[in-house]
DNA sequence: CACTCCCGCCAATTA
DNA sequence: TAATTGGCGGGAGTG
């Protein structure tokens, strides 16, 4: 049939090849016209030949072997024989089939034959690993498939897959580019880096636990989400531009493709099962599992490993397991490129940009452990480097959509964090380091505006979420931390690190904070969270040290216990009463930000949702607008409550006007599996020059962070010292810069209530850091800001020196137990949109349907309700 | 029977 | 509107 096509087509096609034609095809086709044969096959063709016709007509009558033997006709048989040798000339083929059609019958191909995997090879056969840069390939799909002796959707599915490894590219209908390898390495070392920070944290688990089954997929599951928002970083990434492309559909073979890779590379072992691949690219992934829907994404997963497969980037092996022996692939591709990866390692800190990403975005976090040790991580977002497009958006309004793409951006911060604060965690363990944190038991409380804190502490909600996966206890890491204040609460107080922008605190989870919420939201949200859940958490709010003890002691008495129930009820107020997205602000891309100054006064957004994940960016406006809705949301809602919060007078002091300039933004980081008990807290306000990468000095740091151990920050307030617009001023080391401290002053925390949302605890530390603060300690945790980081502070910085530390509510989204209204059950139709395949998350209609709502929020938090369902109280 | 995964319908997108 | 893309899942081949 092919062949007769082929003929018929070969006049047909010079018309519009011609046209199209324009690339030459070196290695291309033999064959002059190459280009697409228009459907003819398809199309209906008045004679009975057609293809398709006859093919029907095959089949409906013929016996398999006649099927076989058409089909075989088609091509394979060369591939048959020598699969090893490329057939380069898959073109002959089908001459010969032509002769050999008899044998062909005899020979039936089997299925093997015409595999993907075959046809894969057969496709690269076609074409050189390393084409000379100056030859352009161009690929016609019709002539391919023609040649090839398969429809064109066979082409479609390699093609789809060897484009999000950017071996080709599409240049037009029809047509593709052909790159090969030379880009490989870097697409990988791309991939790995966005894989760390959507799945490191997984993997890590995983490693660490052997199983990686349950866990391991449930994690991902979780993070999924996350990372599934953002579109293919990698590939997109490269092309900004080409943003409008994004805008298609998500090609979802092409993100799993990424994805899958992505797990491989992440993973240590390099051996990825399919069904916990599967689990994690699930979207919606939701217990109920959709069967049907698994097995779709199997189908797919085959789909894809066929064609990796064929790439010789994996291979297939089975893994044992209790259970039993599950289908699994093993990456045999290169593992190392030309080490980003290291960055984790926190080596060497150099800007290696991303392949597409302009920035070096390496960010290298240093924490203060026990506060000798500083770790340092070095993270490079790639892919998570938005395109301008995001950026300007992002810049512009705060509500806007855009917030999608922030969301995502968030999400890798956050995942990133997680990350480091792995790293961090197995530093600190290596080195013996007991106490993994500096925390702020801090000494002299007075000292540093930070001590107040601790007593000041905002209420915070429970951020932390035990995992749900996490086997062990894990969740319920909430180390205590020693630290002094905070003795009352579990947790851990948190400690100002000395000179260090940051703070610890004893919880695990990644929250984002936001620098001068007015108090407002979080009076609100604090109440709200308190009435529902508990009474504790409006204590808390309205004095949140007394109330934090409160908790740890009542209910906390193990820190996640408390957290959860605390959580559930204050991501719901949050996500009901505010729609607000992320009032964070991320810094997406590391050098634009432009944002910046301007922020401060807004930059303070009060509350995250982590959920969203939407990062506000450090773009002024944006953040205001953030928290002028969240406030305005809550307000409305809760302005009733509101009054009460105001927080012991000691907070007040510098009550973050909401409106301030300053507002400093803050990330919070939750712990990831790894990161035992590291809260990252950063700025986003941060000094711009900040990020400058000298790690050794603090100063350096431009961002403001903060350590949380896991377990405390339920009654944690968090401070934030604001090092930052004279970042270099360092601090010195035992002391918190004045001017740090001076922003952190409870007082103005109190006042202003920060909100903090945390994301689904991903993974609990396991470590229970003990906080300690080294007053002392140089540490200075010198933290590496990604480029985006580092960006979002720049463009943050405040413009008063100072850094107001706003009380902060922490949520914990995850908690569904103390909730009452599960987080399905609140806002199921975010949740889908939340969870959709990175595509459909991708696309801004989606999002924007959530935005108004909290409901996105809602979702994301649902979604990680459910997962973290187990933390462990 | 379970695992693979081919095949092609048909919807979404583009041209 | 036609063509191109590509999601999707039935169900067949394989072991």
Known sequence: ENIFDRSRMAPKTPIKNEPIDLSKQKGCTPERNPITPVKIIDRPQPDPWTPTANLKMLVSAASPDMRDREKKKELFRPIENSEKSDTPDSLQYDIVDDSTVDEFEKQRPSRKQKSLGLLCQKFLARYPNYPLSTEKTTISLDEVASILGVERRRIYDIVNVLESLQLVSRVAKNQYCWHGRHNLSQTLKMLQEAGELQYGELMTFQHKEQDLEYKFGEQKKETTPDSQDRPLLDISEPDCNSASANSRKDKSLRIMSQKFVMLFLVSKTKIVTLDIAAKILIEETQDTVDHSKFKTKVRRLYDIANVLTSLGLIKKVHVTEERGRKPAFKWIGPVEFSGKTDELRGHSPTSDPLPGTQSGACARYQICVTGKQRFTCHTSFNGAQPCEETRRKVSSEPNSPHQERQDEYCSKMINLAAVCRQKIEEDTRNSSITSPFSLLPVPGDS???????????????????????????????????????????????????????????????????????????????????????????????????????????????????????????????????????????????????????????????????????????????????????????????????????????????????????????????????????????????????????????????????????????????????????????????????????????????????????????????????????????????????????????????????????????????????????????????????????????????????????????????????????????
């Open 447 to 873: 000292d540093f505006c930070v001590n107040p804190l601790p007593q000041a502490v905002f209420p915070v909600v429970q951020a932390e979420v035990p995992n749900l996966s996490l086997p062990i206890g894990i969740s319920s890491q909430a180390p205590h931390p020693v630290t002094p204040a905070a003795s009352k609460t579990e947790n851990g107080k948190p400690t100002l690190v000395s000179n260090q922008p940051f703070l610890c605190f004893p919880s695990s989870s990644l929250f984002m904070l936001c620098g001068g919420l007015q108090e407002n939201n979080l009076s609100e949200t604090l109440a709200t969270a308190g009435d529902k859940g508990n009474q504790s958490a409006e204590a808390q709010a309205a004095v949140p040290p007394a109330v934090c003890q409160k908790r740890s002691s009542h209910k906390c008495t193990s820190p996640s216990s408390c957290v959860d129930d605390e959580e559930p009820a204050a991501k719901k107020q949050i996500m009901e009463q505010s729609d607000l997205p992320l009032s964070l602000v991320v810094p997406k891309k590391p050098f634009e930000s432009t944002k910046p100054e301007s922020t401060q006064g807004n930059g303070c957004s009060s509350a995250v949702h982590l959920e969203t994940y939407h990062l506000d960016l450090t773009s002024p406006a944006a953040p205001e607008a953030a928290n002028k809705e969240s406030t305005k949301s809550l307000d409305c809602q809760e302005q009733e409550k509101r009054s009460d919060e105001p927080p012991p007078g000691n907070e007040h002091t510098s009550k973050e006007d909401p409106n301030q300039p300053f507002q400093p933004q803050y990330l919070y980081v939750h712990p990831t599996p790894g990161l035992s008990s590291f809260n990252l807290v950063f700025s986003a306000n941060q000094a711009p020059g900040v990020s400058s990468l000298a790690s050794n000095q603090l100063p350096s740091l431009s961002v403001p962070c903060v350590m949380v151990p896991s377990a405390a920050l339920t009654s944690f307030p968090l401070v934030c010292s604001p090092s930052f617009t004279s970042p270099l001023s360092a601090v010195p080391d035992g002391s918190f810069s004045a001017a740090a401290s001076m922003n952190f002053t409870m007082s103005s925390l109190a006042s202003t209530t920060p909100v903090f949302i945390s994301t689904t605890a991903v993974v609990t530390p396991r470590v229970s850091p003990t906080p300690s603060v080294d007053p002392q300690q140089p540490a200075h945790p010198a933290l590496h800001l990604s480029p985006v980081l580092a960006r979002s502070c720049s463009a943050v910085k405040l413009d008063s020196p100072v850094c107001v530390g706003h009380p902060v509510t922490l949520l914990k989204l995850q908690q569904p137990s103390s909730a009452p209204l599960t987080p399905k059950s609140i806002r199921p139709a975010h949740h889908e949109a939340f969870f959709k395949t990175p595509g459909s998350l991708g696309d801004p209609v989606a999002w924007k349907k959530n935005e108004g709502n909290q409901t996105r929020n809602a979702s994301s938090v649902q979604r990680r309700l459910e997962i973290s369902g187990t933390s462990p109280d």
